[in-house]
Each structure stands twice: as structure tokens, then as C-alpha cells.
């Protein structure tokens, strides 16, 4: 299978679990183990949850500034490994982190904070946010469902705000996070990723931005993929709707290129069912109705005669 990251290239790999690499040869291993449950339980539990549809606006799809997303090659043979493994770190295949910026983790951004107030920073925030969804790189951009409680807590797991929280009020480390996620940041990820320490303290665009996620995202969670060109062929887009069913697909013009159809829920389905017991009940009826005005009229008629 391959993989492509921006600092990793593509490469030809094997996925693995994280704990049959022999990583370290102490009880850190223990921690990487611990890290590779956590992901496998939120993946699984991910299966279960209703995922957001991608917002849309007059027959557009609709980019809200905070949108969590994570660019990634347009490569169908990449992109099944993410539907298959999820958006992982690349230790899970045997790949260290190249950068040290958050080993053990996979990387997200977002769309871009546009301050009206300063205008230095609106002009970046509004390239960036453009390059992201316009570059002619060979990327595409997947964007996550964040409202989802499983989204949520692997946001809490951000190394970089673990980081910040850690130099701005250190004091509320313990109230933050626990003990075994102090472990994890401690013992597994920080000695690792020195590049990584100050991300969210540059206050800097697109540093503040930027989350390192431990372990991983699960496949599940995405809800939109743009392809950046304005268009590509049916076949293609055909497969990605199947690699990431909950995703509504779009091009660098925000033009709607698929959407999924909504699953409906076991209400909605009881009630169609018994809506349709209804409709088999009052037919039955109108059926018996008219045999009867048939009888009464062909008696009508015998005795005429």
C-alpha cells in the first residue's frame, strides 16, 4: 500500500499495529500500546455515530472559518488507505516523523480566522485559505465533522495546545488532561517532537492553526473532500464517494460534484413502516368496499331480470 505525507514523500509501506514495532525497549512501549487502544476504540466507536453533513449554501458547498482539515494526495491508492486505516500517524507504518514536530501523530489545519481588524493578517489568512483550497498540487483536502463527540476528544488531544497549556498555565495541567494523557504527552510524544513546542504560542498564521493529533483520525469522521480542480471525471469521483461515503465532494469552486444520500434513522424507518401498513390496510378496505358495490349491483341486476 502507499502513503504520501509532505515531508515523507510517497512511499511504498505496511500498515502495522504501533505495538508490533519494537519502538522502545523500556515501559514506553507500554504507552505506545495504550495510544494504539485509544485509536482502535475511537475508531470502532466512530462506526456508530451520526456524522454531520457538510454545510451548504446556495447550491454551494460552504467553507466556515475554523473548518478542520488535513491535505492529502489525490491518489486513489493513498486515499484507500486512509478509508481503510483512517488519517494515521506514520509510525503505523514504520515511518518516524521526519520532522520531530509531533511524533506519534497525524497533522490537521484550519481554515484560516479572517480579522478584519488587522490587515496584515486578513490578507494571510485569506491566501492561505485560498492555496488551500486552489493549489494545483496534486492534493486534495479532506475536511472533518468536528462537531461529533469523537472529534472532540482527539481535538482535546492536541500536542500543540498540550504544549501551550503547558508554558501559559502549567498550573492547570492536571485539571486538563489525565493522568494517562500526561503519560502519553510525556513520556512517548515530547521527548520526540522538539520542533513542535511552541506552535501555538507563535501566535503566528498558519503555526496557531495547525494540531498534531495523536495516533490518528478515524476515516469516518470525513464529511467533505475538495478536489481543488474544477472538475474530474465520473469514474473517479465515483470511487472517492465510495472510499469516504459520508463526504460531500466539491471542486476549488465550491461547485457540488456529490453529495450522499442521508441514512435515515430507525424513527424515520419504523415510522415509513408502519405508514406503509396504513396504506396496505385502508387498500385492503377500499378493495373490500368495492367488491361489495360490485355484488350489490350485479344482484341488483339478477334480479331485474
Known amino acids: 500500500m502507499k502513503i504520501k505525507g509532505a515531508n515523507l514523500g510517497e512511499k511504498e509501506v505496511e500498515y502495522k499495529l504501533l505495538s508490533e514495532y519494537s519502538f522502545f525497549s523500556d515501559e514506553r512501549q507500554l504507552v505506545v500500546k495504550k495510544l494504539e487502544q485509544l485509536y482502535l476504540k475511537l475508531q470502532e466507536e ?15 458547498a460552504e467553507i466556515l472559518q475554523g473548518m478542520i482539515n488535513h491535505s492529502c494526495s489525490s491518489s486513489l491508492a493513498v486515499l484507500s488507505t486512509v478509508s481503510q486505516y483512517g488519517i494515521l500517524a506514520s509510525e503505523w507504518f514504520g515511518q518516524i516523523e521526519s520532522e520531530r514536530e509531533g511524533v506519534f501523530c497525524c497533522f490537521v489545519d484550519r481554515i484560516h480566522l479572517e480579522d478584519n481588524s488587522d490587515e496584515k493578517r486578513n490578507n494571510s489568512a485569506r491566501i492561505l485559505n485560498l492555496r488551500r483550497l486552489k493549489s494545483a498540487s ?3 483536502v479532506l475536511f472533518f465533522d468536528a462537531s461529533n463527540p469523537i472529534m472532540e476528544q482527539l481535538l482535546h488531544l492536541d500536542y500543540f495546545e498540550y504544549e501551550k497549556v503547558k508554558q501559559q498555565r502549567p498550573e492547570k495541567i492536571t485539571e486538563i488532561y489525565s493522568k494517562e494523557e500526561i503519560q502519553l504527552f510525556e513520556q512517548i510524544i515530547e521527548p520526540f517532537s522538539p520542533c513542535g513546542r511552541n506552535h501555538h504560542t507563535k501566535d503566528a498564521l498558519p503555526y496557531c492553526d495547525w494540531s498534531a493529533i495523536p495516533g490518528g483520525i478515524p476515516s ?3 464529511n467533505g473532500v475538495c478536489t481543488k480542480n474544477r472538475s474530474y471525471d465520473k469514474e473517479y469521483i465515483e470511487e472517492v464517494a465510495k472510499l469516504f461515503p459520508n463526504a460531500t465532494i466539491f471542486n476549488g469552486e465550491l461547485e457540488i460534484l456529490y453529495t450522499p444520500k442521508r441514512k435515515k434513522d430507525t424513527n424515520e424507518l419504523g415510522k415509513e413502516t408502519l405508514k406503509e401498513q396504513e396504506d396496505i390496510a385502508l387498500l385492503d378496505e377500499i378493495e373490500q368496499v368495492q367488491a361489495s358495490l360490485e355484488k350489490a349491483i350485479s344482484n341488483q341486476k339478477e334480479n331485474e331480470l
Open 220 to 222: 469516518v469522521l470525513v
Open 46 to 60: 466512530s462506526e456508530k455515530i451520526d456524522i454531520k453533513p457538510f454545510p451548504q449554501k446556495n447550491g454551494k
Open 138 to 140: 496534486n492534493n486534495i
